[in-house]
């Protein structure tokens, strides 16, 4: 049964792996394209003043976001602030696997670890009373621009929160509340709540269509779908851009990386019951599961690279004939070897 399990879960990480190789390539070339359309088209324009003419057009702008909200969970109230995020972390049993093997360990997490789903029944963790959350600002101004409730979420909550008010029930402990008898040797269901928060005058920069209610919204574009890019900080057009650029990149080429991960891994569950069968010879074992772990890592190698290439014609023909010779190249450098 568990052979079988194996098996599947391969067949399904196998293919789910050509799936995402393709959409990541799709969704890398769309934003190339937004932003070759932003610089081409987007008009940089200033926060303290609004040119009607610019309406229903795209436009970048930066300055401070401003808000006199006052945001309150209960414990702290935070005045002036754009976003207040409380972290939760409680002190529990986290079940894991080791080689193979499945441990028990203590330690703090701010995610509730449910002790009915363990293997060992003895590890219990109390459930969570107070849970992590975060508290939006319902309006907010960008020069004399007005700021949606989404735009402020995005606003990235960086500072600490410091002096938290006396509570009972809580000590104070490096600008934290802890709930327990002793933060030097905690136990199971102890409670430590930290803040964070973005106060009015953070920085943020903005490109996105000007409308005539003075708000900055999703362009919509036929082909590129919706352009929206906000970042936190004072940058201009071409540093947004930069930046976007820069993360597309970073973002691609990590799921290039882990979509070949996928589809080795996929690969090597697909024939683990044939390598269980083969591991009671130990010598031959060890040989097999070497050799099938390079030769796998190429297959799936090349695999993604064709499938990279054939998703590139799709999107931009010119540079996926270059991926295709790459992968013709090691295809037959391997052969070669494999021959030898």
Partial sequence: MK?????VIGIILFFAAFGLLWWNEGNSAKKINIANYTNKHAIEVSSSSIQRDNDNKLIATNGQALTSSILTDGLVTSPNTLVLERTVKMYQWIEE??????????DWSDTEQNSDEFEDKIHKNPKFTIYSNEYIAPNATLGQYDLSEK????????????NLP???????????YYKGKNIEAPEIGDILISYN????GSAISIIGEQKSD?????????????????YDGKMTKDEMLDKYRNDNKVLTMFLRFFG???MFIGLKLFFEPLMNILNFIPVLGKLADTATTFIFALITFILSLFTISIAWFAYRPLLSISLIALGGLTAYFVKKKINK
């Fill in 97 to 106: 696997s080791e080689d193979g093997k499945t441990v028990y360990k203590k």
């Fill in 260 to 262: 070949w991960f996928l």
């Fill in 197 to 200: 928060y973005a106060p009015s």
């Fill in 3 to 7: 052979n079988f399990g194996s098996l």
């Fill in 214 to 230: 003075n708000t900055i919204v999703s362009m919509i574009h036929k082909k590129l779908g919706k352009i929206y890019i906000q």
């Fill in 151 to 162: 735009q402020i979420s995005l606003i990235d909550a960086q500072k600490e929160f410091s």
């Fill in 166 to 176: 006396e509570k009972t029930g809580f000590q104070i402990i490096n600008n934290q």
